[in-house]
């Protein structure tokens, strides 16, 4: 499978968290998380792709590097968390994780399937999100993990087409 491009909103060690305004077509602080806890690899989303949430796609960047708010990279795909989130207000909606891992990465540049990852890398990204979203007032369920070819279809499914320039 050919690789996406992604766009990273929080850097890996970061403990803000940064979203894409597209009225301001800029990135925006949205938050700081509290003291001990960062983004364990790289977090964005996948462009010209739409969510449950109306949102793009989200993304986890596995590697051994720190990029920048804003970096655009290619990564193949390797999988996804499958979840659902349950809002402040008891809506429950589904939000998965992609899983990528950039074509520039040494460490894992031998990694094709979410299975071949380090399991506790696995379950420092579940832990993570959980966490993350209990911090936010919400819930969010582990439903499963699933391989590279499940992901392409899901993608796929949430591509919207490109009406302008714009990243999303």
């Known amino acids: 499978m050919e690789p996406l491009t992604i766009i990273i909103e929080t850097a890996k ?35 010209n792709t739409s969510g449950d949430d109306g949102d793009p796609l989200d993304i986890i960047a596995i590697s051994e590097f720190v990029t ?14 499958l979840a659902e989130q349950t809002e402040k207000h008891h809506r429950t909606i589904r ?38 979203n209990k911090e936010a007032g919400k819930k969010f369920k582990i439903l499963d993990i699933v391989g590279s070819q499940a992901s392409f279809k899901l993608i796929k499914k949430a591509s919207i087409k490109k009406k302008t320039h714009q990243i999303i």
């Not at 979203?19 to 989303?45: E, I, R, S, T």
């Not at 920048?68 to 968390?81: H, N």
């Not at 992609?98 to 460490?107: C, Y």
Request: glycine share 6%; charged share 20%; aromatic share 14%.
């Open 68 to 81: 920048i708010t804003g970096c655009a990279m290619d990564c193949r795909i390797v999988g996804a968390i």
């Open 13 to 47: 060690n970061s403990h803000l968290k940064f979203d894409y305004d597209k009225k301001l077509q800029c990135f925006k602080l949205n938050k700081a998380l509290p003291a001990g806890m960062v983004f364990p690899f790289d977090f964005g989303f996948i462009p």
């Open 95 to 132: 939000n998965d994780r992609f899983i990528g891992i950039p074509l520039e990465s040494e460490q894992f540049k031998s990694v094709r399937e979410v299975s071949q990852l380090p399991k506790q890398i696995i379950t420092q990204v579940q832990d993570f999100f959980i966490n993350y």
